[in-house]
C-alpha cells in the first residue's frame, strides 16, 4: 500500500474498513413447520384474493417497471391530499430511508436517533459514511425527545423519530412530537418513520402526513409490508417535500420496485378497509396478549405495533431458547431483550403456557419484573 493502509490479508481487494467491519442485517430466524415465525414482524393473514388477482394480471415480466411507480404515486397523492411528486415509492420503507440519509448525510455528518430502535438505523448511518449518535430509550422504551434535541449539532444533518418505536413498541405523541419540532433547526432533516402507524390505537400518537404543510424538513415513512400484507413484494413510500424527495430519487438504485410489486400496493389501496379491519384484530389480539402478560407479572412497555418487547435484559439469550423449545421463533436482541410478533392466536395461546413460568424465573429487582 502506497498511503500505508493496512487491510486484512482475508480480503482480495481494498474495501472501506467501516463497511467491512459492519455486522450483516439479521433476518428473523425461519421457523419448522410444527413452530410459529414471531421474529419479522409479519403479518399472519393470507394475502387477499383481490391481491392475488392483481399479482396474476401483471404478466409482462419481460418488461421494466414504470420507473416512478407513477400510478401508485397518484393513488396515494389522492389519499394523502398532496401532489404525485411529494410522494416517493422505495423498495421498502428501509430502502427510502437509506436514500434519504446518503442524500442528507456523509463523512464528518452526524445523524441522530433513539437506541434501542430499528436494528438497520446504524449501518445504513455507516454506509451514508456519517455517524450515528443514540440517545438512550426512557425507561419505558420510548423516545427521550429532548434529550434529541440537545443532542443536536452544528455536525447533525438528519434525526430519526419511530413511532411506534421498533423494537419496544411505544409511541411518540402528537404534544411531544410537536414541541420537539419547535426546538429542532428548522433546515434539519427529521425523518418521521411510521412503519406500524396502522397498529396505533392510542389517539394521542403522532400522526406524521397532516403535519407535513407545517414542517418543510419533515419526511414520514410508511410501507405496505406490514399492515398490508406485502412484506415480500417490497414496497414503502416516502410523503414529504419535493425538493427532499428529488433529492432522494437522486440515490436511488434505478428501477427497484416491481411491476407486481406496485400492483399489488394498489389493490390493496382499493381494499383498505378489509385489510385495515385485519390491522384491528391484530391490535386487539396484542392488547389482549399485553393484559395478559402483566397479569402474570411482566413488566413491558404498552406495545402500539405488532410486537410486543420483553426486556429480558441479560437472560435475553436463555429465554428465546425456551421459547424456541416451545414452538416460538422470536427475535433476540441480547443484552437487552426480546421482540415477539403478534401471530395467529393460536401462538398467543402457546406463549401464555410458558410466558408466566419465565417470568417467574427471573430474579428478583429484574427490570421484566414487575414489583409486587
Known sequence: MTD?????????????????????????????????????????????????????????????PDATALALRERLAQKYDVSPDEVHIGAGSVALLAQLLLAAAGPGDEVIYSWRSFEAYPSLVTVSGATSVQVPNRPDGGHDLPAMAAGVSERTRALIVCSPNNPTGSIVT??????????????????????????VTDDRAVNGPPLLGRYPNLVVLRTFSKAYGLAGLRVGYALGP?????????????????????????????????????????????????????????????????????????????????????????????????????????AVQKLLQISEEIVGSLPEGHPARRVG
Open 4 to 64: 500505508g493502509t493496512s487491510f486484512p490479508a482475508s480480503l482480495p481487494v481494498r474495501l472501506r474498513p467501516e463497511i467491512v467491519a459492519l455486522p450483516a442485517y439479521r433476518q428473523g430466524k425461519p421457523a419448522a413447520a410444527s413452530a410459529f415465525k414471531l421474529s419479522s414482524n409479519e403479518n399472519p393473514f393470507a394475502p387477499l384474493p383481490a391481491v392475488l388477482a392483481a399479482l396474476d394480471a401483471e404478466r409482462d415480466i419481460n418488461r421494466y
Open 242 to 346: 419535493v425538493s427532499v424527495l428529488d433529492a432522494a430519487r437522486s440515490t436511488a438504485i434505478p428501477l427497484s420496485v416491481t411491476g407486481p410489486g406496485a400492483a399489488a400496493a394498489i389493490a390493496s389501496l382499493d381494499h383498505e378497509s378489509e385489510l385495515l379491519d385485519r390491522a384491528r384484530q391484530i391490535a386487539d389480539r396484542r392488547d389482549r396478549l399485553w393484559t395478559t402478560l402483566t397479569g402474570q407479572g411482566w413488566q413491558i412497555p404498552r406495545p402500539q405495533g405488532n410486537f410486543i418487547w420483553l426486556p429480558t435484559g441479560d437472560q435475553t439469550t436463555d429465554v428465546a431458547a425456551r421459547l424456541a423449545e416451545s414452538g416460538l421463533v422470536v427475535r433476540p436482541f441480547q443484552p437487552d431483550g426480546i421482540r415477539l410478533s403478534i401471530g395467529e392466536e393460536e
Open 174 to 199: 402528537a404534544d411531544e412530537f410537536e414541541a420537539f419540532m419547535a426546538s429542532v433547526p428548522a433546515d434539519l432533516l427529521v425523518i418521521l418513520d411510521e412503519a406500524y402507524i396502522e397498529f
